[in-house]
């Protein structure tokens, strides 16, 4: 499975984002895919997850309430919506298939993507 990670930027505090995920490969559109993001000098960490059903959604506490995790099986990508950004969510973001929600044992990951939100 290859994963195509865009959308990233640069936008202010209060802003909005949507990063894309292209998936290609070999049943993709069946596995449960994520969002981590890895900030500077700190560790990469687990955002949201979606199952390929697109069903119960999972989100990292930070996010709660202001980032959307969907994704549409027919075009094998998923999306994040990112709403009422922070500059702490600036960050290096990657998306990855083939795992569980909050755990960091996913089969594939792709490139990241550079998140960055200004005061």
């Known amino acids: 499975v290859q994963l195509q990670a865009s959308g990233g930027g640069l936008v202010q505090a209060g802003g909005s984002l949507r990063l894309s995920c292209a998936a290609s490969?070999?049943?993709?559109?069946?596995?449960?895919m994520g969002w981590f993001r890895q900030a500077p000098g700190k560790e990469r960490e687990f955002v949201a997850a979606?199952?390929?059903?697109?069903?119960?959604?999972s989100y990292a506490d930070s996010v709660k309430g202001r980032f959307t995790i969907s994704r549409d099986n027919a075009k094998n990508t998923v999306y994040l919506q990112m709403n009422s950004l922070k500059p702490e969510d600036t960050a290096v973001y990657y998306c990855?298939?083939?795992?569980?929600?909050?755990?960091?044992?996913?089969?594939?990951w792709g490139q990241g993507t550079q998140v960055t939100v200004s005061s």
């Open positions: 490969g070999r049943a993709s559109s069946f596995y449960t």
């Open positions: 990855a298939a083939g795992g569980a929600p909050y755990s960091d044992r996913w089969g594939y």
């Open positions: 979606i199952k390929w059903s697109g069903g119960s959604p």
